[in-house]
C-alpha cells in the first residue's frame, strides 16, 4: 500500500480554511437534535412546568420529595396538588437571552430598543395547528400594531381562567396563566419570524413577545416556590426524619433539603433558570456538527501521523506530540489551528449544556465527539450512597451510586477553574462542579446567567458544608479554600451582589420590571415587592404597558387567595389603575369582576366613574347584568352614577331673570344629566331613589328657567311610580306609613308635576293669546264687490273670533287652576315638606325654599297678566289678599322689590275698575 492511500485511511479529509467555513456556514444552519434514550433516565426529559432540580443532579429526589404527608386541612390542602401538566416541547432560539438588556421601557420607546436587537425566533411543534397559525399570523401581519391585536385576547383570558378556579387549586391557575403566555409567546415568534426585518410595527411585536416571555418566566417561578412555602408552613416541621450517624453524603444531603426550606428554595431558583435555558437551547446559535464522531483533535492526529510517514519534517510549526488530555498543557505546545476552533465551540456549548441543567446530555455529547475522558469529569459529582451498609445480611446486593472520592474530584476541579491556562468555558464548567464562584461569572453574561451562577454556588456551598459536618472522612487533609466552606451566603445577600457588579448590561437588567418581580419574589418580600408597585405608579403611571398592569394584578389576587398581606393601599391603587386601562381600551366587559374585589365603597365609586361614560341603552343593560354577576352593590352604584353626573353644574342655582323672556336652550351638559335617570329605571325596585334623584335635577333646571329640561327629566319617570313605590312597601309586610326621606319625595315631585302643567297651560295660553284672528278693514269709498267681501270677512271674522275667545276662556279657566294649585299647594304650600322626621339635607333644603323664592313670585305675576288681560280686574285685586294671608304666607317669599312691582300691578288693575265706574276694588259705587 502506497504512502497516500495509508495517510487516507488514517484521516478524515483535510480541511483547508475555505473549506472549513463553508462547511461550518452549512452545519449551522443545521438543528443539533438533543435526543433522550428511554433507557437513560435523565433529567432532560422532564416537563417544563414540573420544575425538578437538576443541578447537581444527585439532590434531585430530596429537593421535592414524592408523596409527602400532609396534616389535616381539608381547604388548603388540596392548594398543594402536585398534578403534573403535559410536557410542553418549546424550542426558542435565545430571544429571551438577546432580549434581556432591554430595561424598563414605556411603549414610546420599546420600539426603538427592540429595533437594534436580534429578533428571535419562538416555535413549537404542533403540526395539527399549523394552518391555523398561518392563518392567524397572515391575518394579524395586516394590523398596524399585530403584537397588541394578537395578544388582546389575553385580557379575557386570564380573568376567565381566574373565575373558574377555586382556592383549592390556585397553583392550576397560575399554572394556566403560564400557558396562557407561552400559547402567545409561540404565535409572536412565529409573527416577528415572518415579518420583514427593520419594520416599526414588528419592532413593537418584538416588544410584546418579550414582555411576555418574561411575564410566563415569572408565573413559573411563582408556582414552584409558593406551592413549596404553603407545604412547608402546613407541615410546620412535622414529617422529619434524622438520618443515622453512617448514613452516606446522599442520605445527609436528603435530609438536608426536607429540612431546610432555604436549600430547597435556593435549588428551585436554579430549576427555574435552567429551565429558561434549556428553552432557549433548541435554536442555539453556535450549533455545529462536530467533525469527529470517536477520535478527538482529529485534525492534529492527522498531522503527526503525516509526519511520521515523512522522511523530514523541516520546518513544520511545532505542536503537542502526544494527545493525551493534558498534553496541550503540560507540552505547553497548541493544537492544530482547526482542532482548537472545535475545542472551543464545543466547551462553549457544553457549558451552555451545563447552564442549562442538561449534564447527561453534556457527557453524551462528549463521548459522541471522542472525548469520554471528558465525559468522566462531569461524573464526579454525583453523592456517594452505599444501600448495602445497613442492608441485612444475605440480602441481594444493590448497585452502589455516586463517587466515594467526590471531595478529592470537586479540589481538582476547583484547581482546574483556576488555572489560567485552560479555556474560560472549560474553567467556568469545573467551576460551575467546583462552586467557584469567581471564575464562573466571566462567562455570565445577562441577569439570568449572573443570579443562575450565585444561587448555584449557594447551593452547592451549603450542601459541602452539610456534608463536611456529616460525613467528611478523617484521611483527607486536603479541603476546598476556606471562603467557600466557611460562606455565609443569604437570599439577600445575592441580590446586594448582584447590584455591585461592574458588568453594566448587569446593572441594566437588574432594573427590568420583571426581574425586580423576580428577584422580591425570591426573597419572599411581598412588602418590598408592592413598595415597587407603588413607585412604577407615581412614576409612570400612564405608560406602565398593559399587560405588565395585568400580571400586577393577578399576581395581587394571587396573594390575596392564598391570604397572604399585601400592602392595601398599593393593592387598590394597582387595581384602579388596571381598571381605568381596561376601561381606556375598551375592555368594559372585564371591570366588573375586578372592581368586585376592591374595598366596597371603592369598588362603588369606580364602577360609577366607568357607566358615566356608557350611554347605549343596551351597554348600559349589560354593564348593571356583570356588576349584579360579580357581586357589586348595583343600587348603589347607579345612584352614584346619578349624583355624579347631577352634581357636575355648568351654572349656579341662582335667581333667573323676571322678564318674560326665551327660556335657555338644553345644552350636551342638560342632555347627559337628562338621560342620566334611564340608570335608576332598569329596576323597578329603585323607584324611590328614580323619584328623589329627579326631584334633585327638575329643581336645578326650574332654577334656571330650562323648563323644557325639566318636562324631559319628568317623563321619564313612568307613571305608575308612586303606585309602584307604596306596592313595595306594602309587600314587606309592614303597615306603617312610608319613610319621611320617602314620603317627601313623593310629595316633591307631585309639586314639580304640578309647577310643570301650570308653565305649559300658560305656554299654551300665551300662544292662543296672541293668535287672535285679525278683525278685518274697509277701504273708503269701497266697491260694491269690496263692500260684498268685507261683509263675508266679518262674518268669518266673528266666528273665527267666538271660537278662539271660548278656546281662551277654557285656556283662561285651566291655566287659573292650575296656578291656584301651586300658589295655594296643600299641606303647607308648594315645595314645603310635610314630615320632618326625615334625615336633614341641607342642599335639598336649601335649594326648595330658593326655589319657592324664584318660582311662586313670577307665577303670582303671569298669574295677573292673565286675569288683567282678559278683563278679570276684580280678581286681580283678589291676589293681594291670597299674598298677605296668614294661612299660606306666600309674602314671604316676596322680596321687597317684588312686593312693590306686585303694588304697581295691581294699581293698574284697579284704575281699570275705576274706568269702568267702579271703586277701586270692583265694586259699585254705592250713591
Given at each position: 500500500?502506497?504512502?497516500?492511500?495509508?495517510?487516507?485511511m488514517?484521516?478524515?479529509?483535510i480541511?483547508?480554511?475555505?473549506?472549513t467555513?463553508?462547511?461550518?456556514?452549512?452545519?449551522?444552519?443545521?438543528?443539533?437534535?438533543?435526543?433522550?434514550?428511554?433507557?437513560?433516565?435523565?433529567?432532560?426529559s422532564?416537563?417544563?412546568?414540573?420544575?425538578?432540580?437538576?443541578?447537581?443532579?444527585?439532590?434531585?429526589?430530596?429537593?421535592?420529595?414524592?408523596n409527602?404527608?400532609l396534616?389535616?386541612?381539608?381547604?388548603?390542602?388540596?392548594?398543594?396538588?402536585?398534578?403534573?401538566?403535559?410536557?410542553?416541547?418549546?424550542?426558542?432560539?435565545?430571544?429571551?437571552?438577546?432580549?434581556?438588556?432591554?430595561?424598563n421601557?414605556?411603549?414610546?420607546?420599546?420600539?426603538?430598543?427592540?429595533?437594534?436587537?436580534?429578533?428571535?425566533?419562538?416555535?413549537?411543534?404542533?403540526?395539527?395547528?399549523?394552518?391555523e397559525?398561518?392563518?392567524?399570523?397572515?391575518?394579524?401581519l395586516?394590523?398596524?400594531?399585530?403584537?397588541?391585536?394578537?395578544?388582546?385576547?389575553?385580557?379575557?383570558?386570564?380573568?376567565?381562567?381566574?373565575?373558574?378556579?377555586?382556592?383549592?387549586?390556585?397553583?392550576?391557575?397560575?399554572?394556566?396563566?403560564?400557558?396562557?403566555?407561552?400559547?402567545?409567546?409561540?404565535?409572536?415568534?412565529?409573527?416577528?419570524?415572518?415579518?420583514?426585518?427593520?419594520?416599526?410595527?414588528?419592532?413593537?411585536?418584538?416588544?410584546?413577545?418579550?414582555?411576555?416571555?418574561?411575564?410566563?418566566?415569572?408565573?413559573?417561578?411563582?408556582?414552584?416556590?409558593?406551592?413549596?412555602?404553603?407545604?412547608?408552613?402546613?407541615?410546620?416541621?412535622?414529617?422529619?426524619?434524622?438520618?443515622?450517624?453512617?448514613?452516606?453524603?446522599?442520605?445527609?444531603v436528603?435530609?438536608?433539603?426536607?429540612?431546610?426550606?432555604?436549600?430547597?428554595?435556593?435549588?428551585?431558583?436554579?430549576d427555574?433558570?435552567?429551565s429558561?435555558?434549556?428553552?432557549?437551547?433548541?435554536?442555539?446559535?453556535?450549533?455545529?456538527?462536530?467533525?469527529?464522531?470517536s477520535?478527538?483533535?482529529?485534525?492534529?492526529?492527522h498531522?503527526?501521523?503525516?509526519?511520521?510517514?515523512?522522511?523530514?519534517?523541516?520546518?513544520?510549526?511545532?505542536?503537542?506530540?502526544?494527545?493525551?488530555?493534558?498534553?496541550?498543557?503540560?507540552?505547553?505546545?497548541?493544537?492544530?489551528?482547526?482542532?482548537?476552533?472545535?475545542?472551543?465551540?464545543?466547551?462553549?456549548?457544553?457549558?451552555?449544556?451545563?447552564?442549562?441543567g442538561?449534564?447527561?446530555?453534556?457527557?453524551?455529547?462528549?463521548?459522541?465527539?471522542?472525548?469520554a475522558?471528558?465525559?468522566?469529569?462531569?461524573?464526579?459529582?454525583?453523592?456517594?450512597?452505599?444501600?448495602?451498609?445497613?442492608?441485612?445480611?444475605?440480602?441481594?446486593?444493590?448497585?452502589?451510586?455516586?463517587?466515594?472520592?467526590?471531595?478529592?474530584?470537586?479540589?481538582?476541579?476547583?484547581?482546574?477553574?483556576?488555572?489560567?491556562?485552560?479555556?474560560?468555558?472549560?474553567?467556568?464548567?469545573?467551576a460551575?462542579?467546583?462552586?467557584?464562584?469567581?471564575?464562573?461569572?466571566p462567562v455570565?453574561?445577562?441577569?439570568?446567567?449572573?443570579?443562575?451562577?450565585?444561587?448555584?454556588?449557594m447551593?452547592?456551598?451549603?450542601v459541602?458544608q452539610?456534608?463536611?459536618?456529616s460525613?467528611?472522612?478523617?484521611?483527607?487533609?486536603?479541603?476546598?479554600?476556606?471562603?467557600?466552606?466557611?460562606?455565609?451566603?443569604?437570599?439577600?445577600?445575592?441580590?446586594?451582589?448582584?447590584?455591585?457588579?461592574?458588568?453594566?448590561?448587569?446593572?441594566?437588567?437588574?432594573?427590568?420590571?420583571?426581574?425586580?418581580?423576580q428577584?422580591?419574589?425570591?426573597?419572599?418580600?411581598?412588602?418590598?415587592?408592592?413598595?415597587?408597585?407603588?413607585?412604577?405608579?407615581s412614576?409612570?403611571?400612564?405608560?406602565?404597558?398593559?399587560?405588565?398592569l395585568?400580571?400586577?394584578?393577578?399576581?395581587?389576587?394571587?396573594?390575596?387567595?392564598?391570604?397572604?398581606?399585601?400592602?392595601?393601599?398599593?393593592?387598590?391603587?394597582?387595581l384602579?389603575?388596571?381598571?381605568?386601562f381596561?376601561?381606556?381600551?375598551?375592555?368594559?366587559?372585564?371591570?366588573?369582576?375586578?372592581?368586585?374585589?376592591?374595598?366596597?365603597?371603592?369598588?362603588?365609586?369606580?364602577?360609577?366613574?366607568?357607566?358615566?361614560?356608557?350611554?347605549?341603552f343596551?351597554?348600559?343593560?349589560?354593564?348593571?347584568e356583570?356588576?349584579?354577576?360579580?357581586?357589586?352593590?348595583?343600587?348603589?352604584?347607579?345612584?352614584t352614577?346619578?349624583?355624579?353626573?347631577?352634581?357636575?353644574?355648568?351654572?349656579?342655582?341662582?335667581?333667573?331673570?323676571?322678564?318674560?323672556?326665551?327660556?335657555?336652550?338644553?345644552?350636551?351638559?342638560?342632555r347627559?344629566?337628562?338621560?342620566?335617570?334611564?340608570?335608576?329605571?332598569?329596576?323597578?325596585?329603585?323607584?324611590?331613589?328614580?323619584?328623589?334623584?329627579?326631584?334633585?335635577?327638575?329643581?336645578?333646571?326650574?332654577?334656571?328657567?330650562?323648563?323644557?329640561?325639566?318636562?324631559?327629566?319628568?317623563?321619564?319617570?313612568?307613571?305608575?311610580?308612586?303606585?309602584?313605590?307604596?306596592?313595595?312597601?306594602?309587600?314587606?309586610?309592614?303597615?306603617?306609613?312610608?319613610?319621611?326621606?320617602?314620603?317627601?319625595?313623593?310629595?316633591?315631585?307631585?309639586?314639580?308635576?304640578?309647577?310643570?302643567?301650570?308653565?305649559?297651560?300658560?305656554?299654551?295660553?300665551?300662544?292662543?293669546?296672541?293668535?287672535?284672528?285679525?278683525?278685518?278693514?274697509?277701504?273708503?269709498?269701497?266697491?260694491?264687490?269690496?263692500?260684498?267681501?268685507?261683509?263675508?270677512?266679518?262674518?268669518?271674522?266673528?266666528?273665527?273670533?267666538?271660537?278662539?275667545?271660548?278656546?281662551?276662556?277654557?285656556?283662561?279657566?285651566?291655566?287659573?287652576?292650575?296656578?291656584?294649585?301651586?300658589?295655594?299647594?296643600?299641606?303647607?304650600?308648594?315645595?314645603?315638606?310635610?314630615?320632618?322626621?326625615?334625615?336633614?339635607?341641607?342642599?335639598?333644603?336649601?335649594q326648595?325654599?330658593l326655589?319657592?323664592?324664584?318660582?311662586?313670585?313670577?307665577?303670582?305675576?303671569?298669574?295677573?297678566?292673565?286675569?288683567?288681560?282678559?278683563?278679570?280686574?276684580?280678581?286681580c285685586?283678589?291676589?293681594?289678599?291670597?299674598?298677605?294671608?296668614?294661612?299660606?304666607?306666600?309674602?314671604?317669599?316676596?322680596?321687597?322689590?317684588?312686593?312693590?312691582?306686585?303694588?304697581?300691578?295691581l294699581?293698574?288693575?284697579?284704575?281699570?275698575?275705576?274706568?269702568?265706574?267702579?271703586?277701586?276694588?270692583?265694586?259699585?259705587?254705592?250713591?
Open positions: 500500500m502506497d504512502r497516500s492511500g495509508f495517510g487516507e488514517l484521516s478524515p479529509v480541511r483547508e480554511p475555505e473549506v467555513r463553508t462547511a461550518r456556514k452549512q452545519s449551522a444552519q443545521k438543528r443539533v437534535l438533543i435526543r433522550a434514550s428511554h433507557d437513560e433516565n435523565v433529567g432532560n422532564t416537563p417544563r412546568n414540573q420544575m425538578i432540580p437538576r443541578t447537581p443532579s444527585s439532590f434531585r429526589q430530596p429537593f421535592t420529595p414524592p409527602r404527608s396534616p389535616k386541612y381539608p381547604d388548603v390542602s388540596c392548594i398543594l396538588g402536585t398534578e403534573e401538566r403535559s410536557p410542553q416541547l418549546t424550542q426558542s432560539s435565545g430571544f429571551l437571552g438577546n432580549m434581556s438588556m432591554i430595561t421601557l414605556d411603549d414610546s420607546n420599546w420600539a426603538a430598543a427592540f429595533a437594534t436587537r436580534h429578533l428571535g425566533l419562538f416555535t413549537k411543534t404542533e403540526p395539527n395547528n399549523l394552518t397559525d398561518a392563518n392567524v399570523s397572515a391575518v394579524m395586516r394590523e398596524d400594531d399585530p403584537g397588541e391585536a394578537a395578544s388582546s385576547s389575553m385580557f379575557p383570558d386570564f380573568l376567565q381562567s381566574f373565575l373558574k378556579h377555586s382556592l383549592s387549586t390556585v397553583f392550576d391557575l397560575v399554572e394556566e396563566y403560564e400557558n396562557i403566555c407561552s400559547n402567545q409567546v409561540n404565535i409572536l415568534g412565529k409573527m416577528v419570524s415572518r415579518a420583514t426585518p427593520g419594520l416599526q410595527k414588528f419592532s413593537k411585536t418584538a416588544s410584546m413577545l418579550w414582555l411576555l416571555q418574561q411575564e410566563m418566566v415569572t408565573w413559573r417561578l411563582l408556582v414552584s416556590l409558593y406551592r413549596d412555602r404553603i407545604q412547608t408552613s402546613l407541615q410546620n416541621g412535622n414529617m422529619l426524619t434524622t438520618p443515622p450517624v453512617n448514613a452516606s453524603e446522599k442520605t445527609f436528603e435530609a438536608l433539603f426536607q429540612r431546610e426550606s432555604l436549600v430547597r428554595q435556593c435549588q428551585m431558583v436554579v427555574w433558570l435552567e429558561i435555558a434549556k428553552e432557549e437551547i433548541g435554536d442555539f446559535s453556535d450549533n455545529i456538527e462536530f467533525y469527529a464522531k477520535v478527538y483533535w482529529e485534525n492534529t492526529l498531522i503527526l501521523r503525516q509526519r511520521q510517514l515523512a522522511s523530514s519534517i523541516g520546518s513544520a510549526r511545532p505542536l503537542v506530540t502526544e494527545l493525551d488530555p493534558d498534553a496541550p498543557i503540560r507540552q505547553k505546545m497548541p493544537l492544530d489551528d482547526l482542532d482548537r476552533e472545535d475545542e472551543v465551540r464545543l466547551l462553549k456549548y457544553l457549558f451552555t449544556l451545563i447552564r442549562a442538561m449534564t447527561d446530555e453534556a457527557q453524551r455529547l462528549c463521548k459522541r465527539c471522542g472525548q475522558w471528558r465525559a468522566a469529569t462531569l461524573e464526579g459529582w454525583k453523592l456517594y450512597h452505599d444501600p448495602n451498609i445497613n442492608g441485612e445480611i444475605g440480602a441481594e446486593l444493590e448497585p452502589v451510586e455516586g463517587n466515594p472520592y467526590r471531595r478529592i474530584w470537586k479540589i481538582s476541579c476547583w484547581r482546574m477553574a483556576e488555572d489560567e491556562r485552560f479555556n474560560k468555558y472549560e474553567r467556568a464548567i469545573y460551575a462542579l467546583s462552586g467557584n464562584l469567581k471564575q464562573l461569572l455570565c453574561d445577562t441577569w439570568e446567567d449572573t443570579v443562575w451562577a450565585y444561587f448555584r454556588v447551593v452547592d456551598s451549603l459541602e452539610e456534608i463536611r459536618l460525613v467528611m472522612a478523617q484521611n483527607e487533609t486536603e479541603e476546598l479554600p476556606r471562603e467557600y466552606l466557611e460562606a455565609n451566603w443569604t437570599l439577600e445577600k445575592v441580590f446586594e451582589e448582584l447590584q455591585a457588579t461592574d458588568k453594566e448590561r448587569v446593572l441594566e437588567e437588574n432594573q427590568e420590571h420583571y426581574h425586580i418581580v428577584k422580591f419574589l425570591i426573597l419572599g418580600n411581598i412588602d418590598g415587592l408592592m413598595d415597587e408597585f407603588s413607585r412604577w405608579l412614576k409612570s403611571r400612564s405608560k406602565l404597558p398593559g399587560h405588565l395585568r400580571f400586577m394584578t393577578h399576581l395581587i389576587l394571587f396573594f390575596h387567595t392564598l391570604g397572604i398581606q399585601a400592602k392595601e393601599e398599593v393593592s387598590i391603587e394597582v384602579k389603575t388596571y381598571i381605568q381596561l376601561i381606556s381600551e375598551g375592555n368594559t366587559h372585564l371591570i366588573a369582576f375586578y372592581c368586585c374585589h376592591l374595598p366596597q365603597d371603592l369598588a362603588v365609586a369606580q364602577y360609577a366613574l366607568f357607566l358615566e361614560g356608557v350611554t347605549d343596551e351597554h348600559r343593560h349589560i354593564s348593571l356583570l356588576a349584579r354577576e360579580a357581586d357589586l352593590d348595583v343600587a348603589t352604584i347607579t345612584k352614577v346619578v349624583e355624579n353626573i347631577r352634581k357636575k353644574d355648568n351654572g349656579e342655582f341662582s335667581p333667573h331673570d323676571l322678564s318674560p323672556d326665551q327660556e335657555s336652550d338644553i345644552t350636551q351638559e342638560d347627559v344629566k337628562i338621560d342620566v335617570i334611564d340608570w335608576l329605571l332598569f329596576d323597578p325596585t329603585q323607584r324611590s331613589e328614580a323619584l328623589k334623584q329627579s326631584n334633585a335635577i327638575m329643581r336645578k333646571f326650574l332654577a334656571l328657567k330650562k323648563h323644557e329640561a325639566a318636562k324631559e327629566v319628568f317623563v321619564k319617570i313612568p307613571r305608575d311610580s308612586i303606585a309602584e313605590i307604596y306596592n313595595l312597601w306594602e309587600e314587606r309586610g309592614t303597615h306603617n306609613s312610608l319613610p319621611a326621606e320617602i314620603d317627601n319625595a313623593v310629595r316633591e315631585h307631585l309639586c314639580i308635576r304640578a309647577y310643570l302643567e301650570a308653565h305649559e297651560t300658560f305656554a299654551e295660553w300665551f300662544n292662543h293669546m296672541n293668535a287672535a284672528p285679525q278683525k278685518p278693514t274697509l277701504i273708503s269709498q269701497p266697491s260694491f264687490t269690496e263692500q260684498v267681501a268685507y261683509e263675508h270677512k266679518e262674518k268669518k271674522y266673528e266666528m273665527d273670533y267666538d271660537i278662539w275667545k271660548g278656546h281662551l276662556d277654557a285656556l283662561t279657566a285651566d291655566v287659573k287652576e292650575k296656578m291656584y294649585n301651586v300658589l295655594l299647594f296643600v299641606d303647607g304650600g308648594w315645595m314645603v315638606d310635610v314630615r320632618e322626621d326625615s334625615e336633614g339635607d341641607h342642599e335639598r333644603t336649601h326648595m325654599v326655589l319657592r323664592k324664584l318660582c311662586l313670585p313670577r307665577l303670582c305675576f303671569l298669574l295677573h297678566t292673565i286675569l288683567h288681560t282678559t278683563g278679570q280686574y276684580q280678581e285685586l283678589q291676589l293681594a289678599d291670597m299674598v298677605s294671608s296668614e294661612r299660606h304666607k306666600l309674602y314671604l317669599v316676596f322680596s321687597k322689590q317684588e312686593l312693590k312691582k306686585l303694588l304697581q300691578k294699581r293698574e288693575s284697579s284704575l281699570m275698575l275705576l274706568d269702568q265706574g267702579l271703586d277701586p276694588l270692583g265694586y259699585e259705587i254705592q250713591s
